[in-house]
């Protein structure tokens, strides 16, 4: 493996604006752009940081390399993107809210989060850098820094760092910490490896957020099996469960699971002990079973609900978006609900206000049958109940002949919901395989509910106690849906909401 190290361009204002013109004029050619997700306005989109609420408003940063694209080497690596909304749905870009300018993250403002205190939103989140270049044992130094951001939106970089360095025990890959607050202390997960190169997740405590004190690994009866390197941890209270998310690198495949190439888990159990680091969690499982998910992070709403955003990706830039120079999406924010075994997850309840026109009706469906076309942006809400033997089959993303679609397909046999995107249109990453799938019991009504947009299917199984989100790149005439029915007639009941 070889670094090329160069001098940055971190400061988005010292570049020729004929090369930022020419990189919006490209992206503004693609066919793929999204309606109602956010997405990357040129260059890459990753992971979600800092998202909160304050001052009466969503913020929410993600990690963009807006220049990734121009083939010039010395543009900036990664900094936080700004954006903020007063309702989760209409959102205000702000611009790069904080670049790669300092020694500590002069090779990228990594990954993080954020948490109000005394009036000013705090940032926390790992610079990255790389020491000794000059030398063959150069390697990643990453330290974790903060910032405050203050009630105009300005940032403002702390000069110390809160952890510096590598830790004893473990290597350079040591980062995203996330903030939460408990009985008036502040605490932070923060992904790492040990240098047996196993991934694990830190638990640090604060009172003050600028001195940080660790309490040790958080312990589980999964901590030998979280693959080389834990990513963008997360931890919080739900119904009186604790809930910790993280994101394993380098799991085997394993009965039909983990067959991504890295992973994004939850596991539930009694709430985290603060002082020893111990959770008593359930076998973890995957957040979501599509192809394109990672980094999740999580929020608390004013009103009390916990929303999670994910980056609808895994992969930096390897998507047919790559032509028009930029890549990058996030999944539409998620409402989580669990009942102590499983974490549930529906679109917020504020997609009502992307409605435009609805459409409710029922079927016995047998032949293909159109039931829509026009634009695709939908939520799609249906009810099946299956024969016995019936292989109900439903096509996304349909063109006219049916030819070239995005299937699902509930098996009422085998008792599965299988989704397949081979046929869907610019294929990618197919060595990861093309096929999704889960056991589902088809003997009872089985509730699904698809969130369609320009280039994206997030597909809510079972009130969303398995998710599929997946990225699709269709031709434009792609823009229908045909049902099906095998064997058996099958009974669908459904209301298709037109969205803005
Ligand atoms: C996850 C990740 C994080 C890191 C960030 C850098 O996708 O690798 O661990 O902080 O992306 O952009």
């Known amino acids: ?162 952890i510096k360095g590598r830790i004893k025990g473990y290597t350079g890959h040591f980062r995203d910490p996330k903030i939460f607050q408990k009985k008036g202390i502040y605490y932070a997960v923060i992904g790492a490896q040990k240098t047996n190169q196993k991934g694990t997740v830190l638990l640090y405590k604060s009172q003050d957020l600028l001195t940080w004190e660790k309490i040790g690994e958080v312990k589980t009866n ?132 992307l409605a435009i026109a609805q459409l409710i009706a029922e079927k016995t469906v047998r032949q293909e049958k159109k039931i829509a076309e026009g634009r695709n942006q939908r939520d799609l809400k249906l009810t099946i109940k299956c024969g016995s033997k019936s292989i109900f089959v439903l096509d996304l993303f349909s063109d006219d002949k049916n030819s070239k679609h995005l299937r699902l397909i509930l098996n009422a046999i085998k008792n599965r919901f299988i989704v397949n995107r081979a046929n869907a249109g610019a294929n990618f990453e197919d060595e990861y395989g093309t096929e999704r799938s889960c056991a589902i019991d088809l003997s009872k009504k089985i509730q699904l509910r698809i969130l369609q947009d320009t280039s994206s299917a997030e597909i809510f199984l079972e009130n969303g106690k398995y998710v599929f989100t997946m990225r699709v790149f269709t031709s434009i005439e792609q823009n229908k849906i045909f049902v099906t029915s095998l064997n058996e007639a099958t009974k669908i009941e459904y209301e298709i909401n037109c969205l803005r």
């Open 1 to 162: 493996r070889r670094k090329e190290f160069r001098n940055l361009v971190s400061n988005l204002s010292s570049v020729p604006q004929n090369v930022i013109t020419e990189q919006k004029k490209r992206v503004g050619q693609s066919p793929y752009r999204q309606q109602f997700h956010l997405e990357s306005i040129m260059g890459q989109l990753n992971d979600p940081n800092g998202f909160s609420f304050f001052a009466g408003y969503y913020h929410l940063f993600y990690q963009s390399f807006p220049l990734k694209f121009t083939q010039n080497p010395t543009y900036f690596e990664q900094g936080w993107q700004h954006l903020k909304s007063r309702n989760l749905i209409d959102w205000q870009d702000l611009g790069q809210a904080m670049a790669n300018d300092t020694k500590y993250d002069q090779y990228g403002v990594y990954s993080g989060s954020a948490i109000q205190a005394n009036n000013r939103l705090f940032l926390m989140y790992t610079g990255n850098s790389w020491i000794g270049t000059n030398t063959p044992h150069w390697h990643r130094m990453p330290t974790q820094l903060g910032a405050w951001m203050d009630r105009n939106d300005c940032v403002t970089k702390l000069k110390s760092p809160l």
């Open 222 to 353: 999964f901590d030998k099996n979280m693959g080389y390197m834990c990513e963008c941890p997360d931890y919080f209270e739900l119904a009186h469960h604790g809930v910790l998310l993280f994101c394993p690198q380098g799991l085997n495949t394993k009965n039909n699971r983990f067959l991504n190439q890295y992973q994004a888990c939850y596991s539930i159990g009694q709430p985290l002990n603060l002082n020893t680091g111990l959770f008593t969690g359930t076998e973890f499982n995957e957040i979501d079973q599509g192809f394109d998910f990672y980094a999740p992070q999580t929020m608390l709403t004013p009103d009390g609900r916990r929303v999670l955003i994910a980056w609808m990706s895994i992969l930096n830039g390897n998507d047919p978006t790559v032509d028009y120079d930029y890549t990058g999406c996030l999944t539409f924010p998620r409402e989580l609900t669990c009942d102590g075994k499983y974490l549930y997850q529906k679109p917020i309840d504020e997609i009502k206000d």
